[in-house]
């Protein structure tokens, strides 16, 4: 069974190691104002989609997998450096809320870094039982650590990535992967 948690940890590092690596690519050439355009309709901004996506990784790594542990987010003044609620992560949020959310690159950016380096710290070092131990997330249910990395924090941001690339391509913007 170890060998096959160790292929588990190995693969989500790579996962991280991607996964966030996409979100530097989309974000790094973006203005401001390109990260908070709005297409018509019950869309969201690039910036909400990643803002969203990050600050779900860090919870999840953070406050939920290791037991109220401080988030980036929080510990490091990320709320305050880019002026947005210290508290939730979008999931939820009234539409007409997550439409008014304006994000800025430069912070983002340095956000997703440092969630990255958190992230991958933990994976790398957690203990293989540990990643098996059943975890609940509501409202999904129970799972095991791992897959809550794989399905929560990384599936969930590839789908926002595609958000992304499809807001760039509405803007004429080629996409960032």
């Keep these: 069974m170890e060998d096959w948690m160790t292929g588990i940890r190995e693969l989500l590092i790579d996962g991280i190691e991607q996964v966030n690596s996409w979100w530097d690519d989309a974000l790094k050439n973006l203005t401001d104002e ?15 989609n990643a ?13 939920v997998l290791q037991g109220r542990k ?23 949020m009234p539409l007409e809320d997550a439409r008014k959310l304006q994000v800025q690159v430069a912070p983002l950016r340095e956000y997703n870094q440092r969630v990255k380096e958190v992230t991958l710290e933990f994976i790398k070092n957690v203990p293989l039982e540990d990643l098996e131990a059943i975890q609940p997330i509501r409202p999904l249910g129970e799972m095991p650590k ?7 924090v990384m599936t969930h941001s590839f789908m926002h990535l595609g958000e992304v690339n499809a807001i760039k391509g509405a803007q004429g913007m080629a996409f960032g992967i």
């Design 34 to 48: 390109q990260a908070n355009w709005l297409l018509p309709g019950n869309t969201v901004s690039i910036g909400f």
């Design 51 to 63: 803002w969203h996506a990050l600050r779900t990784q860090d919870d999840i790594v953070n406050f």
């Design 146 to 152: 791992w897959k809550v990395l794989r399905q929560v």
């Design 70 to 92: 401080p988030t980036v987010w929080m510990s490091e003044g990320f709320a305050e450096r880019l002026g947005l609620p210290p508290v939730g992560q979008g999931t939820g």
